[in-house]
């Protein structure tokens, strides 16, 4: 199993910047890739930007030019920075680590962006 623990969500106004991290720990070896998925009130968890073991990264269209999935494999953590913020991006943040045929998530951190 691994353990994710999340934090730098908080409220920010609209156009200014947020930096979230997600720290692993336990079968960390066994992790193929990491993500943070978001989930507004109403509205179905989605992805938002993804990195593979071996680095590559995938973003949704959402967040392409604004934000940014990046690793520190020293300190077995993730971050998702994010610019350039709107109103639309208010939602709770998941990371979440995904080993083959299991996905382990955090507790979650909200994002709150105000107009």
């Known amino acids: 199993q691994v353990q994710l623990v ?7 106004q609209a156009g200014g910047s947020l930096r979230l991290s997600c720290a692993a720990s336990g079968s ?9 998925y978001r ?4 509205k179905e968890r989605e992805l938002v930007a993804a990195i593979t073991s071996g680095g590559s990264t995938n973003y949704a269209d959402s967040a392409k030019g604004r934000f940014t999935i990046s690793r ?20 709770v943040y998941y990371c979440a680590a995904l ?4 996905a382990d ?6 994002v709150t962006v105000s107009s």
């Not at 999340?6 to 920010?12: A, K, N, P, R, W």
């Not at 494999?73 to 639309?88: C, E, F, G, H, I």
């Not at 998530?105 to 909200?110: A, I, L, N, P």
């Open 6 to 12: 999340e934090s730098g969500g908080g409220l920010v």
């Open 28 to 36: 960390i070896l066994r992790i193929v890739a990491m993500g943070w």
């Open 39 to 42: 989930q507004a009130p109403g």
């Open 72 to 91: 520190d494999t020293a300190k077995n953590t993730v971050y998702l920075q994010m610019n350039s913020l709107k109103p639309d991006d208010t939602a």
């Open 99 to 102: 080993r083959v045929g299991v």
């Open 105 to 110: 998530w955090g507790q979650g951190t909200q």
